[in-house]
């Protein structure tokens, strides 16, 4: 037993010693924009562990989700650039960020409480839109969000004199800003991973697969179902938030553009391709969908070189893939690339 | 007062339009349960069909009511296959899956249609070329063009002959008695596969004539309107009670007269803090007010489990 653990404590430390080189391989064997891909790539898996939450784990279907998103991203905004004219400490915004997030998750999920899957996910996905519309119209009579122009020169992250937005060497190693936004965000993601595994083991974790099952049934065993859906949408919503959070930060430029309806799906294909409720699935989902369609990015000029004109623009031909994924996926493999194994399984281990 | 007269009538035309395509979301989901995502893209296809028509025929020197008949009954023959297709490859597949594995499909053949519609007409708005200027008419101080009249007229006759065929028809029974308990139909004999397909049919007909009308009456189609016309169609149906075809007459007028008197006077009301630009935020408020206070709908039957 003993032996076992320290296996998988060495395996554990591997991975995470893995996981810190991998930036510096990625850069020098596939250039700079990598590197920024696999930063944003892991801003999904934060987002798509959050959705999973809500979806995954208690059953709620939420269309809207890149709403918090909105929330987490513009509450950075705002607190952190020339457009009110607040610079507060991150420290600080992140936790604003989540709470406000898990306060419009709240505010979301507290008319919806009663209403059954399609239900939910029409309303959801009318409350992004509300957002959405609010933020491209909140520039008048008083300017907050600046509207459709969107917040620009935001902080980059910062705690006290240390900022990620300039590079810093440390024993002759020189880390660039994406280099040190990749360690923050995996921190951030591994805190994430972390959670999820300790939620879905959890009480809370067991209850909320009870409601997704079977809600009447949760109910009369004495779940508090309301409280417990209410409490999804607010973790679900705060994970987003801090993904939002640190989006801003990192892009020092934020729009209502960002937030669209296509985001929320994106997220929604990435927990569904990847295996609904599993982390390991989730994460891989997140990554495969933020990965595999910047190769489109090649196609454009491979129609050009062969056919002489482009005549599919790679970004139709990726909503194009997503649709047809989301299609095959349900009708071939419902359960995802990476299911999570059947609890009939768990339950005859536990027994011996 | 003429303001109010106007909104009102503007109101009326776009409702009609909005019941229209409420009628394939409610008939779907009185049968399946399901939410047909795809439908108000089935809409903007009949819009862009019928426009790429009308522009065809049009420039072919046929006489307009010729042309405009023939671009309906094309858009109609495109949007009722494209229909039956979505049902048979996408839904029939899941009917004993999970309920999120049909929504999930949904979402996909949505934004399959969007990015096909997008592939075949470009990105761009389509404008159609102003080939009829109906002429318009003064009643009580407001303005109505025989468009309007003429969509409100057509729209109501459909609406009236859906509501024949289901309550008279052989088909329309087949359909009734699907709803009410599929396992039961089929062991009387009702092919409920065939109920179905028909059902999806229907809907996207009725979903092409309501295209045209967009078109018509907007005079621009766009590879992606058919996401905000879909969404308020449903809150439409909604409002009337899901799965009640008279209720999505009714949550369709209303929503039209709702919104078009809301933008109207939303601008007055706040005294200039608010534009129009907020219209289409009224369709998710009276959608989220309706879910809380009324969650059948203003037709429907309350059902334990269906909110």
């Known amino acids: 037993m003993t032996s076992l653990r320290y296996a998988s404590w060495s395996r554990q430390l591997l991975i995470i010693s893995a996981l810190i080189v991998a930036p510096f391989a990625i850069e020098m064997l596939l250039g700079r924009s990598w590197l920024r891909i696999t930063d944003v790539a892991l801003l999904y898996v934060m987002l798509a562990l959050g959705l999973n939450i809500v979806v995954g784990f208690a059953g709620l279907l939420d269309l809207g989700y890149i709403a918090f998103f909105a929330v987490g991203a513009y509450s950075y905004a705002l607190l952190a650039s020339p457009q009110l004219a607040i610079h507060a400490p991150v420290l600080v915004i992140i936790p604003v960020g989540a709470a406000l997030a898990a306060l419009f998750g709240i505010a979301l999920g507290a008319p919806t409480l009663r209403l059954r899957g399609d239900y939910l996910a029409i309303v959801t996905l009318g409350f992004g839109e509300i957002i959405r519309v609010l933020l491209n119209n909140l520039n008048r009579p008083i300017n907050i969000t600046n509207g459709p122009q969107g917040i620009t020169r935001i902080d980059p992250l910062h705690i006290s004199q240390f900022s990620f937005g300039h590079s810093h060497s440390l024993g002759g190693i020189t880390f660039t800003p994406l280099h040190q936004y990749y360690l923050i965000f995996l921190a951030f993601v591994l805190i994430t991973i972390l959670i999820s595994v300790r939620l879905e083991h959890s009480r809370i974790g067991r209850a909320w697969r009870a409601i997704r099952d079977d809600e009447l049934a949760a109910q009369a065993m004495g779940i508090h179902t309301r409280n417990l859906k209410l409490l999804a949408f607010a973790m679900g919503a705060s994970f987003g938030g801090v993904a939002g959070c640190l989006f801003a930060s990192f892009q020092g430029f934020i729009s209502p553009e960002s937030f669209q309806l296509i985001d929320s799906v994106m997220i929604l294909c990435m927990v569904v391709l990847g295996g609904i409720g599993h982390i390991g699935g989730v994460i891989l989902g997140a990554l495969l969908l933020t990965i595999l369609p910047e190769t489109l990015r090649y196609i454009g000029p491979l129609q050009q070189q062969i056919f002489g004109t482009v005549y599919i623009d790679p970004a139709d031909l990726r909503m194009l893939l997503f649709g047809l994924a989301l299609v095959l996926m349900m009708l071939l493999r419902p359960r995802g690339l990476w299911p999570k194994r059947q609890l009939t399984g768990q339950l005859t281990n536990r027994g011996g | ?307």
């Open chain 2, 1 to 307: 007062m003429d303001i109010f007269v106007q909104q009102l009538i503007n109101g009326l035309v776009l409702g009609s339009i909005y019941a229209l395509v409420a009628l394939g979301y409610t008939m779907v989901y009185g049968i399946l349960g399901l939410i047909n995502f795809a439908h108000g893209d089935v809409t903007m296809i009949g819009a862009l069909v019928s426009a790429t028509l009308i522009q065809l025929l049009h420039a072919a020197g046929l006489p307009v009511p010729v042309s405009l008949l023939l671009a309906g009954g094309g858009a109609v023959v495109v949007c009722a296959s494209l229909g039956f297709s979505i049902e048979r490859i996408a839904y029939r597949p899941l009917r004993n899956a999970p309920r999120l594995a049909p929504l999930i499909t949904a979402i996909g053949v949505s934004i399959l249609i969007q990015y096909s519609a997008a592939l075949i007409w470009g990105k761009q708005y389509i404008a159609l070329p102003a080939i009829i200027t109906p002429p318009s008419i003064e009643f009580a101080g407001a303005q109505i063009n025989h468009l309007q009249i003429a969509i409100v007229i057509l729209a109501a006759c459909i609406m009236g002959g859906l509501i024949w065929f289901i309550h008279h028809s052989r088909m329309g029974r087949a359909m009734r008695a699907t709803e009410q308990n599929p396992a039961v139909a089929s062991l009387m004999g009702v092919d409920t596969h065939a109920v179905i397909a028909m059902t999806f049919l229907l809907g996207s007909a009725i979903g092409a004539i309501a295209g045209l009308m967009v078109i018509l009456y907007y005079g621009i189609g766009h590879y992606f309107m058919g996401f905000m016309l879909g969404l308020k169609a449903f809150t439409a149906a909604v409002l009337g009670g899901i799965g009640n075809v008279g209720g999505a007459v009714i949550g369709g007028l209303l929503l039209g007269i709702i919104e078009s008197l809301a933008a109207g006077y939303i601008e007055q009301l706040s005294g200039g803090l608010l534009g129009s630009n907020y219209r289409d935020i009224f369709a998710f408020l009276v959608l989220i007010l309706v879910l809380l206070l009324r969650p059948q709908g203003l037709l429907g039957q309350r059902s334990g489990d269906r909110a």
